[in-house]
Protein backbone atom coordinates (compact mmCIF):
# COMPACT_ATOMS: atom_id res chain seq x y z
CA UNK A 1 0.00 0.00 0.00
CA UNK A 2 1.84 3.49 -0.96
CA UNK A 3 1.98 6.09 1.59
CA UNK A 4 -0.11 9.06 1.84
CA UNK A 5 0.70 12.29 3.26
CA UNK A 6 -1.05 14.62 4.76
CA UNK A 7 -1.02 18.22 6.34
CA UNK A 8 -1.66 18.03 9.86
CA UNK A 9 -2.29 21.99 11.14
CA UNK A 10 -1.32 21.02 14.42
CA UNK A 11 2.13 19.94 13.45
CA UNK A 12 2.49 21.93 10.68
CA UNK A 13 3.95 18.93 8.88
CA UNK A 14 2.79 16.31 5.93
CA UNK A 15 2.04 13.72 8.38
CA UNK A 16 2.00 10.03 7.32
CA UNK A 17 -1.63 7.88 7.39
CA UNK A 18 -1.75 5.53 9.78
CA UNK A 19 -4.90 3.22 10.58
CA UNK A 20 -5.52 2.63 13.91
CA UNK A 21 -7.23 -0.29 13.02
CA UNK A 22 -6.86 -3.97 10.99
CA UNK A 23 -7.84 -4.03 7.72
CA UNK A 24 -6.82 -0.24 6.96
CA UNK A 25 -9.99 1.33 8.72
CA UNK A 26 -10.17 4.90 8.51
CA UNK A 27 -12.11 7.83 10.31
CA UNK A 28 -12.83 11.01 8.45
CA UNK A 29 -14.73 13.65 10.48
CA UNK A 30 -15.66 16.82 8.78
CA UNK A 31 -17.77 20.12 10.20
CA UNK A 32 -20.55 20.33 8.35
CA UNK A 33 -23.16 23.15 8.19
CA UNK A 34 -25.40 25.42 11.40
CA UNK A 35 -28.42 25.11 9.60
CA UNK A 36 -29.92 28.35 9.96
CA UNK A 37 -30.01 29.12 6.15
CA UNK A 38 -29.26 27.59 2.64
CA UNK A 39 -25.49 26.85 2.37
CA UNK A 40 -23.55 28.73 -0.33
CA UNK A 41 -20.78 27.61 -2.44
CA UNK A 42 -17.79 27.97 -0.04
CA UNK A 43 -19.84 25.79 2.44
CA UNK A 44 -19.65 22.97 -0.05
CA UNK A 45 -16.35 23.25 0.02
CA UNK A 46 -15.10 20.58 2.77
CA UNK A 47 -17.58 18.50 2.01
CA UNK A 48 -16.34 18.28 -1.77
CA UNK A 49 -12.71 17.82 -0.45
CA UNK A 50 -13.40 15.06 2.19
CA UNK A 51 -15.90 13.39 0.03
CA UNK A 52 -12.99 13.22 -2.41
CA UNK A 53 -10.35 11.96 0.00
CA UNK A 54 -12.85 9.19 1.44
CA UNK A 55 -12.98 8.06 -2.22
CA UNK A 56 -8.89 8.56 -3.10
CA UNK A 57 -8.10 6.66 -0.15
CA UNK A 58 -10.91 3.96 -0.78
CA UNK A 59 -9.12 3.57 -4.54
CA UNK A 60 -6.06 3.07 -1.85
CA UNK A 61 -7.12 0.10 -0.14
CA UNK A 62 -8.51 1.85 3.12
CA UNK A 63 -11.58 1.19 4.30
CA UNK A 64 -12.87 4.32 5.02
CA UNK A 65 -16.05 5.45 7.60
CA UNK A 66 -16.70 9.16 6.55
CA UNK A 67 -18.78 11.31 9.28
CA UNK A 68 -20.13 14.92 8.23
CA UNK A 69 -22.34 16.37 10.85
CA UNK A 70 -25.32 18.81 11.05
CA UNK A 71 -25.20 21.84 13.55
CA UNK A 72 -29.20 21.95 14.44
CA UNK A 73 -28.61 23.66 18.06
CA UNK A 74 -26.83 26.90 17.72
CA UNK A 75 -27.42 30.55 18.37
CA UNK A 76 -27.46 31.69 15.19
CA UNK A 77 -30.38 29.24 14.84
CA UNK A 78 -32.63 30.57 17.35
CA UNK A 79 -31.86 34.12 16.01
CA UNK A 80 -32.85 32.91 12.57
CA UNK A 81 -35.98 31.80 14.22
CA UNK A 82 -37.42 34.06 16.25
CA UNK A 83 -36.90 36.32 12.60
CA UNK A 84 -38.83 34.61 11.22
CA UNK A 85 -41.66 34.15 13.66
CA UNK A 86 -41.08 30.20 13.47
CA UNK A 87 -39.76 27.61 16.12
CA UNK A 88 -36.11 26.54 15.86
CA UNK A 89 -36.29 22.74 15.38
CA UNK A 90 -38.78 23.51 12.29
CA UNK A 91 -36.19 25.64 11.10
CA UNK A 92 -33.44 23.40 11.37
CA UNK A 93 -35.00 20.68 9.72
CA UNK A 94 -36.36 22.97 6.71
CA UNK A 95 -32.69 24.23 6.35
CA UNK A 96 -31.18 20.27 7.39
CA UNK A 97 -33.78 19.24 4.06
CA UNK A 98 -32.06 21.77 1.48
CA UNK A 99 -28.54 21.06 2.36
CA UNK A 100 -29.30 17.56 2.00
CA UNK A 101 -30.96 18.39 -1.53
CA UNK A 102 -28.47 21.38 -2.45
CA UNK A 103 -25.06 18.93 -1.57
CA UNK A 104 -27.02 15.98 -3.23
CA UNK A 105 -27.23 18.37 -6.39
CA UNK A 106 -23.03 17.28 -6.46
CA UNK A 107 -24.05 13.94 -7.57
CA UNK A 108 -21.05 12.79 -4.60
CA UNK A 109 -22.38 9.65 -2.18
CA UNK A 110 -23.46 11.04 1.11
CA UNK A 111 -21.48 10.62 4.29
CA UNK A 112 -21.77 7.41 5.77
CA UNK A 113 -23.04 9.08 9.12
CA UNK A 114 -24.50 12.28 9.43
CA UNK A 115 -25.59 13.29 12.73
CA UNK A 116 -27.11 15.97 14.21
CA UNK A 117 -26.55 17.77 17.54
CA UNK A 118 -29.93 17.78 18.77
CA UNK A 119 -30.20 13.58 19.04
CA UNK A 120 -26.41 13.07 20.48
CA UNK A 121 -27.07 15.29 23.65
CA UNK A 122 -26.93 11.85 26.15
CA UNK A 123 -23.03 11.95 24.40
CA UNK A 124 -22.56 15.63 25.53
CA UNK A 125 -24.18 15.56 28.80
CA UNK A 126 -21.61 12.28 29.34
CA UNK A 127 -18.32 14.39 28.09
CA UNK A 128 -19.43 17.69 29.71
CA UNK A 129 -19.54 14.85 33.34
CA UNK A 130 -16.50 13.80 32.88
CA UNK A 131 -14.86 17.20 32.38
CA UNK A 132 -16.35 18.99 35.62
CA UNK A 133 -15.15 15.45 36.91
CA UNK A 134 -11.70 16.19 36.40
CA UNK A 135 -11.53 19.37 37.10
CA UNK A 136 -11.35 20.85 33.53
CA UNK A 137 -14.61 22.49 33.91
CA UNK A 138 -17.33 23.97 36.23
CA UNK A 139 -20.46 24.93 36.83
CA UNK A 140 -22.19 28.49 37.32
CA UNK A 141 -26.37 29.27 37.76
CA UNK A 142 -26.94 26.67 34.71
CA UNK A 143 -24.12 27.55 32.52
CA UNK A 144 -21.08 25.35 32.39
CA UNK A 145 -17.51 26.27 31.20
CA UNK A 146 -14.12 24.91 30.54
CA UNK A 147 -11.27 25.84 32.13
CA UNK A 148 -8.62 26.73 29.28
CA UNK A 149 -5.72 27.14 31.63
CA UNK A 150 -6.11 23.69 32.81
CA UNK A 151 -5.05 22.40 30.24
CA UNK A 152 -1.49 22.77 29.19
CA UNK A 153 -1.54 21.85 25.61
CA UNK A 154 -4.24 24.60 24.88
CA UNK A 155 -3.17 26.61 21.31
CA UNK A 156 -1.50 23.46 20.06
CA UNK A 157 -3.72 23.44 17.20
CA UNK A 158 -3.78 27.48 15.93
CA UNK A 159 -0.33 27.93 17.27
CA UNK A 160 -1.78 30.58 19.18
CA UNK A 161 -0.39 31.98 22.85
CA UNK A 162 -3.00 32.29 26.07
CA UNK A 163 -2.95 35.83 26.46
CA UNK A 164 -3.88 36.82 22.73
CA UNK A 165 -7.06 34.82 22.30
CA UNK A 166 -10.61 35.32 22.41
CA UNK A 167 -13.04 32.65 22.29
CA UNK A 168 -15.83 35.40 20.46
CA UNK A 169 -18.06 34.55 22.69
CA UNK A 170 -18.78 38.72 23.78
CA UNK A 171 -19.66 39.40 26.83
CA UNK A 172 -21.83 36.68 26.91
CA UNK A 173 -21.31 35.13 30.57
CA UNK A 174 -18.23 36.70 31.43
CA UNK A 175 -19.78 37.71 34.95
CA UNK A 176 -19.92 33.43 35.79
CA UNK A 177 -16.71 32.75 33.94
CA UNK A 178 -13.37 32.32 36.20
CA UNK A 179 -11.92 33.61 33.41
CA UNK A 180 -12.17 35.45 30.32
CA UNK A 181 -10.90 32.46 28.70
CA UNK A 182 -13.52 29.75 29.33
CA UNK A 183 -15.40 29.05 26.62
CA UNK A 184 -19.45 27.72 27.24
CA UNK A 185 -19.84 23.93 27.11
CA UNK A 186 -23.56 24.15 27.74
CA UNK A 187 -26.24 27.31 28.29
CA UNK A 188 -28.81 27.23 30.36
CA UNK A 189 -31.80 28.43 28.69
CA UNK A 190 -32.94 31.77 27.97
CA UNK A 191 -36.19 33.34 27.54
CA UNK A 192 -37.25 33.01 23.93
CA UNK A 193 -35.04 29.86 23.54
CA UNK A 194 -37.82 27.41 22.28
CA UNK A 195 -35.36 24.06 22.67
CA UNK A 196 -33.99 22.79 25.79
CA UNK A 197 -32.86 19.39 27.33
CA UNK A 198 -32.33 18.63 30.86
CA UNK A 199 -28.94 18.03 32.78
CA UNK A 200 -28.06 17.59 35.94
CA UNK A 201 -26.34 20.97 36.30
CA UNK A 202 -30.36 22.29 35.01
CA UNK A 203 -31.70 22.94 32.05
CA UNK A 204 -30.29 24.54 28.47
CA UNK A 205 -28.47 22.94 25.51
CA UNK A 206 -24.95 22.33 24.38
CA UNK A 207 -22.85 25.13 23.45
CA UNK A 208 -21.14 24.41 19.64
CA UNK A 209 -17.70 23.22 20.61
CA UNK A 210 -18.70 20.21 22.76
CA UNK A 211 -21.30 19.12 19.93
CA UNK A 212 -18.75 18.05 17.49
CA UNK A 213 -16.31 16.70 20.13
CA UNK A 214 -19.29 14.35 20.92
CA UNK A 215 -20.79 13.70 17.47
CA UNK A 216 -17.01 12.46 16.25
CA UNK A 217 -16.04 10.21 19.30
CA UNK A 218 -19.49 8.29 19.48
CA UNK A 219 -19.18 7.63 15.86
CA UNK A 220 -15.49 7.37 15.31
CA UNK A 221 -14.04 6.52 18.92
CA UNK A 222 -11.14 8.82 20.59
CA UNK A 223 -7.69 8.64 18.38
CA UNK A 224 -8.96 8.35 14.63
CA UNK A 225 -7.56 9.50 11.81
CA UNK A 226 -8.77 12.76 10.39
CA UNK A 227 -10.49 15.61 11.53
CA UNK A 228 -11.30 17.89 8.59
CA UNK A 229 -12.84 21.37 8.14
CA UNK A 230 -12.59 25.25 6.71
CA UNK A 231 -9.90 27.23 7.99
CA UNK A 232 -11.42 29.29 9.95
CA UNK A 233 -12.70 26.60 12.60
CA UNK A 234 -8.95 26.67 13.76
CA UNK A 235 -9.95 29.00 16.48
CA UNK A 236 -11.74 28.47 18.21
CA UNK A 237 -13.77 25.60 17.15
CA UNK A 238 -11.51 23.17 16.93
CA UNK A 239 -8.68 24.25 19.34
CA UNK A 240 -11.99 23.50 21.64
CA UNK A 241 -12.62 20.39 20.06
CA UNK A 242 -9.56 19.22 21.13
CA UNK A 243 -8.93 20.47 24.20
CA UNK A 244 -12.00 18.93 25.33
CA UNK A 245 -11.21 15.39 24.47
CA UNK A 246 -7.93 15.65 25.58
CA UNK A 247 -9.21 16.83 29.08
CA UNK A 248 -12.02 14.83 29.17
CA UNK A 249 -10.45 11.32 27.81
CA UNK A 250 -6.76 11.65 28.33
CA UNK A 251 -6.43 11.22 24.69
CA UNK A 252 -6.28 13.13 21.44
CA UNK A 253 -9.32 13.49 19.40
CA UNK A 254 -7.73 13.10 15.93
CA UNK A 255 -4.17 12.04 14.93
CA UNK A 256 -4.09 14.61 12.16
CA UNK A 257 -5.95 17.98 11.35
CA UNK A 258 -6.99 18.88 7.75
CA UNK A 259 -7.80 22.27 6.54
CA UNK A 260 -9.64 23.63 3.67
CA UNK A 261 -8.51 27.08 2.38
CA UNK A 262 -11.48 29.58 2.10
CA UNK A 263 -13.47 30.85 -1.78
CA UNK A 264 -12.83 34.35 -2.24
CA UNK A 265 -14.88 36.67 -3.77
CA UNK A 266 -13.02 40.32 -4.30
CA UNK A 267 -10.23 39.77 -2.19
CA UNK A 268 -12.56 38.60 0.69
CA UNK A 269 -13.36 35.30 2.00
CA UNK A 270 -16.85 34.04 0.84
CA UNK A 271 -19.34 34.98 3.65
CA UNK A 272 -22.72 35.33 4.93
CA UNK A 273 -21.19 38.33 7.59
CA UNK A 274 -19.79 40.11 4.25
CA UNK A 275 -22.51 39.37 1.83
CA UNK A 276 -20.89 38.40 -0.88
CA UNK A 277 -22.28 34.91 -0.62
CA UNK A 278 -23.25 32.73 -3.99
CA UNK A 279 -26.33 29.64 -2.76
CA UNK A 280 -24.82 26.32 -3.71
CA UNK A 281 -27.74 25.49 -5.83
CA UNK A 282 -27.63 28.62 -7.82
CA UNK A 283 -24.26 27.90 -8.65
CA UNK A 284 -24.83 24.35 -9.64
CA UNK A 285 -27.84 25.45 -11.97
CA UNK A 286 -26.07 28.01 -14.08
CA UNK A 287 -22.67 26.31 -14.43
CA UNK A 288 -23.39 22.51 -14.03
CA UNK A 289 -22.25 19.70 -11.28
CA UNK A 290 -19.46 18.87 -13.22
CA UNK A 291 -17.86 21.73 -14.02
CA UNK A 292 -18.49 22.93 -10.31
CA UNK A 293 -16.68 19.74 -9.37
CA UNK A 294 -13.75 20.50 -11.56
CA UNK A 295 -13.33 24.08 -10.64
CA UNK A 296 -13.10 22.68 -6.92
CA UNK A 297 -9.88 20.67 -8.18
CA UNK A 298 -8.32 23.28 -9.46
CA UNK A 299 -6.91 24.40 -5.90
CA UNK A 300 -4.93 22.59 -3.74
CA UNK A 301 -7.36 21.98 -0.54
CA UNK A 302 -5.17 24.09 1.99
CA UNK A 303 -4.98 26.95 0.07
CA UNK A 304 -7.93 29.90 -1.03
CA UNK A 305 -9.53 29.52 -4.61
CA UNK A 306 -11.07 32.48 -6.46
CA UNK A 307 -14.20 32.28 -7.20
CA UNK A 308 -15.14 34.21 -10.39
CA UNK A 309 -16.66 34.00 -13.77
CA UNK A 310 -13.01 33.12 -15.14
CA UNK A 311 -12.18 30.61 -12.79
CA UNK A 312 -15.68 28.59 -13.87
CA UNK A 313 -15.11 29.36 -17.15
CA UNK A 314 -11.64 28.05 -17.18
CA UNK A 315 -12.67 24.87 -15.65
CA UNK A 316 -15.41 24.45 -18.27
CA UNK A 317 -13.19 24.63 -20.70
CA UNK A 318 -11.19 21.84 -19.30
CA UNK A 319 -13.83 19.80 -18.85
CA UNK A 320 -15.02 20.36 -22.43
CA UNK A 321 -11.87 18.75 -23.23
CA UNK A 322 -12.43 15.88 -21.29
CA UNK A 323 -15.70 14.96 -22.64
CA UNK A 324 -14.80 15.53 -26.24
CA UNK A 325 -11.79 13.11 -25.74
CA UNK A 326 -14.51 10.72 -24.03
CA UNK A 327 -16.27 10.49 -26.88
CA UNK A 328 -13.42 8.98 -28.55
CA UNK A 329 -12.45 6.28 -26.17
CA UNK A 330 -13.72 2.67 -26.58
CA UNK A 331 -14.09 0.19 -23.46
CA UNK A 332 -11.19 -1.53 -22.22
CA UNK A 333 -7.94 -1.24 -20.66
CA UNK A 334 -5.79 2.19 -21.76
CA UNK A 335 -2.28 1.89 -23.69
CA UNK A 336 0.63 0.69 -21.64
CA UNK A 337 2.15 4.30 -22.57
CA UNK A 338 -0.59 6.14 -20.69
CA UNK A 339 -0.11 4.44 -17.27
CA UNK A 340 2.83 6.76 -16.38
CA UNK A 341 -0.09 9.42 -16.41
CA UNK A 342 -2.58 7.90 -14.66
CA UNK A 343 0.42 6.86 -11.79
CA UNK A 344 1.71 10.65 -12.05
CA UNK A 345 -2.75 11.78 -11.18
CA UNK A 346 -2.04 9.51 -8.01
CA UNK A 347 1.13 10.61 -6.85
CA UNK A 348 -0.14 13.71 -6.60
CA UNK A 349 -3.24 12.71 -4.19
CA UNK A 350 -0.75 10.86 -2.23
CA UNK A 351 1.00 14.07 -1.67
CA UNK A 352 -1.13 16.01 0.67
CA UNK A 353 -4.10 15.21 -1.72
CA UNK A 354 -2.96 17.93 -4.46
CA UNK A 355 -5.94 17.76 -6.71
CA UNK A 356 -4.12 20.91 -8.77
CA UNK A 357 -1.15 18.71 -9.51
CA UNK A 358 -3.30 16.06 -10.47
CA UNK A 359 -5.07 17.91 -13.06
CA UNK A 360 -1.75 17.91 -15.36
CA UNK A 361 -1.26 14.05 -16.07
CA UNK A 362 -5.03 14.51 -16.27
CA UNK A 363 -4.79 16.49 -19.41
CA UNK A 364 -1.45 15.46 -20.44
CA UNK A 365 -3.48 11.69 -20.48
CA UNK A 366 -6.08 13.23 -22.45
CA UNK A 367 -3.97 14.99 -24.67
CA UNK A 368 -2.01 11.50 -25.70
CA UNK A 369 -5.34 9.72 -25.85
CA UNK A 370 -6.44 12.41 -28.71
CA UNK A 371 -3.58 11.50 -30.65
CA UNK A 372 -4.57 7.48 -30.45
CA UNK A 373 -6.76 5.37 -32.25
CA UNK A 374 -9.19 2.78 -30.27
CA UNK A 375 -7.92 4.36 -26.99
CA UNK A 376 -9.80 2.60 -24.22
CA UNK A 377 -11.68 4.41 -21.05
CA UNK A 378 -10.60 2.49 -17.95
CA UNK A 379 -7.83 4.92 -16.77
CA UNK A 380 -9.57 7.89 -17.25
CA UNK A 381 -13.22 6.44 -15.60
CA UNK A 382 -10.22 5.50 -12.70
CA UNK A 383 -8.77 9.10 -12.27
CA UNK A 384 -12.23 10.57 -12.92
CA UNK A 385 -13.95 8.80 -10.28
CA UNK A 386 -12.10 10.20 -7.44
CA UNK A 387 -13.69 13.58 -8.17
CA UNK A 388 -17.14 12.21 -9.16
CA UNK A 389 -16.96 12.51 -12.18
CA UNK A 390 -16.61 9.08 -14.13
CA UNK A 391 -19.96 9.30 -16.51
CA UNK A 392 -17.44 12.21 -18.62
CA UNK A 393 -15.67 9.50 -19.11
CA UNK A 394 -18.44 6.76 -19.86
CA UNK A 395 -20.77 9.04 -21.54
CA UNK A 396 -20.88 9.55 -25.51
CA UNK A 397 -19.88 5.95 -26.28
CA UNK A 398 -18.35 5.54 -29.86
CA UNK A 399 -19.45 9.44 -30.87
CA UNK A 400 -23.23 9.62 -29.97
CA UNK A 401 -24.77 12.76 -28.93
CA UNK A 402 -28.21 14.18 -28.54
CA UNK A 403 -30.41 12.91 -31.52
CA UNK A 404 -32.53 15.55 -33.36
CA UNK A 405 -35.87 15.22 -30.97
CA UNK A 406 -33.64 16.33 -28.13
CA UNK A 407 -31.90 19.20 -30.03
CA UNK A 408 -35.46 20.38 -30.67
CA UNK A 409 -36.43 20.53 -27.36
CA UNK A 410 -32.97 22.02 -26.26
CA UNK A 411 -33.91 25.10 -28.52
CA UNK A 412 -38.08 25.08 -27.06
CA UNK A 413 -36.53 25.68 -23.57
CA UNK A 414 -34.19 28.07 -24.77
CA UNK A 415 -36.54 29.91 -26.69
CA UNK A 416 -38.66 29.89 -23.33
CA UNK A 417 -36.28 30.80 -21.12
CA UNK A 418 -35.54 33.68 -23.33
CA UNK A 419 -39.17 34.73 -22.95
CA UNK A 420 -39.12 34.45 -19.27
CA UNK A 421 -41.22 31.47 -19.32
CA UNK A 422 -39.54 29.76 -16.44
CA UNK A 423 -41.98 27.43 -15.83
CA UNK A 424 -41.95 26.47 -19.26
CA UNK A 425 -38.42 26.49 -19.66
CA UNK A 426 -38.60 23.70 -16.43
CA UNK A 427 -41.24 21.89 -18.08
CA UNK A 428 -39.12 20.98 -20.97
CA UNK A 429 -35.89 20.49 -19.16
CA UNK A 430 -37.89 17.65 -16.89
CA UNK A 431 -39.07 16.14 -20.40
CA UNK A 432 -35.09 16.35 -21.80
CA UNK A 433 -34.17 14.34 -18.31
CA UNK A 434 -36.48 12.00 -18.69
CA UNK A 435 -34.86 11.44 -22.50
CA UNK A 436 -31.44 10.64 -21.00
CA UNK A 437 -30.20 14.61 -21.09
CA UNK A 438 -29.26 16.64 -18.56
CA UNK A 439 -28.65 20.70 -19.69
CA UNK A 440 -25.94 22.48 -18.60
CA UNK A 441 -26.09 25.76 -19.03
CA UNK A 442 -22.30 27.51 -19.22
CA UNK A 443 -20.41 30.15 -20.65
CA UNK A 444 -21.00 28.85 -24.31
CA UNK A 445 -24.86 28.71 -23.71
CA UNK A 446 -26.46 25.60 -23.33
CA UNK A 447 -25.56 21.90 -23.77
CA UNK A 448 -27.03 18.72 -23.50
CA UNK A 449 -25.06 15.65 -21.40
CA UNK A 450 -26.05 12.12 -20.63
CA UNK A 451 -27.81 11.97 -17.49
Excluded at 57 to 82: M, P, S, W
Excluded at 129 to 148: C, K, M, S, T
Excluded at 338 to 355: G, K, Q, W, Y
Amino acid sequence: MPEILLHDTRSGENRPLVAREPGNKVGIYACGPTVYNRIHIGNARPYVVFSWLKRFLAHEGYDVTFVANVTDVNDKIYDAARARGVGSEELAREMTAHYVADTDALGLPRPDHEPLASETIDGIVSLIAALIERDAAYAVDGDVYFRVRADAEYGALSHRHLDDLDQGEGIEGADRKEDPLDFALWKAQKEGEDTAWDAPWGRGRPGWHIECSAMAEELLGVGFEIHGGGSDLVFPHHENEAAQTRMGRGAELAQIWMHNGMLEMRGEKMAKSVGNISLLPEVIERWGRETVLLFFATGHYRQPIVFADETLEAASGRLARIREAARRLVDGPSPVELREHRDAFFAALADDFNTSRSLAPLAAWVSEANKREAVGRDDLVEMLDVFGLADLARGGVDGDGPDADALALLAARNAARDAKDWGEADRLRDVLRDAGWTVRDGPAGAELVPA
